[in-house]
DNA sequence: CGCTGTCTTGAAGCGTTTCAACACAAGTGG
DNA sequence: CCACTTGTGTTGAAACGCTTCAAGACAGCG
């Protein structure tokens, strides 16, 4: 239960994270699959060995997809290296980002818990390995080890938290504030510039827009000098107050 | 795990719902809280008991606030009777609904597994009288049946869903598609005629629109001939398969 | 290098909001 | 029980924010 310490089982900031997996992505182990994710790394050495040993890994290249809606599912999926997005199709076939996930997330979990088949689709952003569990596994380990069901339970209030805050920003504010507020979200782990996370097209799939107004938006947060706009997806934040306080 | 079951473990629709609780509400004790929600209600009956010395009960009068964003929480709520709107403040103070809680529905998770603080408001919607276990009790439950877990996991992932798909909707549809398709969801557990679960005023919040809008909508699909308008809050749905196929 | 996809910019159009005024229903107190 | 008050729903007209379509610039990748 405890555990308030928001940056232990959370999602990752999709934003501009700083990409910690290096060179050596194929030195990585399943072990360090298991020891990264929040869920399973504060169990004690033995008992990550034990779940080490019914994991399977994957890899995907760039554009393949993991899951599709309806697909029949049956496995935990945890990101090892690489990016994922995730992302629902409306019935009118347009596409929208709901999340990014980045080594030591985790997806999955409607259909282990709930249905047997995924409501959205997961596809590998880049070069990308993942570590899957099977239900069947997973379940033995819920029941050894109560405290995993615990950290996924607080991993599930805080997306649940996380999605009903997006869904109250869709519903009460305007495009210009979502992007300023993403802006400002980027600059909580980074420093004041950083890369954008994602393309243009992407942003206005997760934020609800068309690319042409995000690239309208940013070009008047340039000229109003709340940002600049650098080269390869870069951004500086000129004026953070003047950004959270005016949109 | 198992559990294929939509039904078992979900929040009750919040639309539309026929109003089971009687006018025998005073005559309910904790043990219908308990063997109510779907959470509980598959333990043995002297699993049960012991719960049930453990819950508080408390009432509160229509319009009451059961909690607001920012108040410090160590409870699980499980409405035992009436109706609790669930909403959110955007920062510019605007009001979103989020969920109607029924009978058999709970709140509280995210204090409970994460943060100790409400993000959103809970108010009854009429008199309410609900049942809460606190944190250290409930965690004591989860360690000792870990079927609770597992049931508190899959109503969580199932509100996930639910809860991307909104977003998904506010992202991608025009508010007429979101108001046919709420239409279209009061149609699924009732009678092609039906009472409006709450207020055009509500119902705007809770689609991310205006009241004014709402009564436009509502009476252009009425001049197309796919709904009535009744008195009293109540809509008869006249060619359903249209409105699926034309919003 | 050239091709393909991403980003930019303009102009027109549309859906929704906003404000205001009024009708109507529900709830309250004399 | 009616009058009064308060809140909810309706309707119109104007304004606004965003999308759409189209065309061109630019960057990234094979």
């Known amino acids: 239960m405890q555990n308030n310490n928001p ?11 700083t990409h910690i997996q290096g060179h050596d992505n194929k030195v990585k182990s399943q072990k360090s699959c298991i020891s990264l994710v929040p869920i399973f790394n504060h169990l004690e050495n033995h008992q990550m060995e034990e779940i080490i040993k019914v994991i399977k890994s994957v890899s995907y290249k760039k554009g393949e997809i993991i899951y599709r809606a309806g697909d029949q ?4 999926y945890i990101v090892s290296s690489g990016k994922i997005k995730i992302y629902r199709l409306s019935e009118s076939g347009k596409e929208q980002l709901l999340h990014i996930l980045l080594p030591g997330d985790f997806t999955g979990e409607l259909a282990l818990f709930r249905e047997s088949v995924h409501e959205s689709f997961a596809e590998a952003m880049e070069d990308t390995s993942i570590c899957m569990i099977t239900r069947s596994d997973l379940q033995k380990f819920l029941e050894k080890y109560p405290s995993i069901a615990l950290k996924i339970l607080s991993e599930l209030s805080g997306r649940l938290d996380a999605i009903e805050k997006q869904t109250t920003s869709f519903a009460t504010n305007s495009v210009e504030k979502r992007i300023a507020d993403f802006l400002v979200e980027c ?28 690239s309208r938006k940013l070009s008047s947060l340039e000229d109003e000098g709340y940002i600049k706009q650098l080269p390869r997806r870069r951004i500086r934040i000129l004026d953070l107050d003047g950004l959270i306080q005016n949109y």
Chains 1, 2 share one sequence.
């Open 7 to 17: 940056n232990n089982t959370s999602y990752n900031n999709h934003c501009c994270h």
């Open 73 to 76: 599912s049956d496995s935990l």
């Open 187 to 214: 600059t909580k782990n980074q420093e004041m510039e950083f890369t954008l996370p994602m393309s243009q097209k992407d942003l206005a799939s997760y934020l609800g827009t068309t690319p042409e107004t995000i």
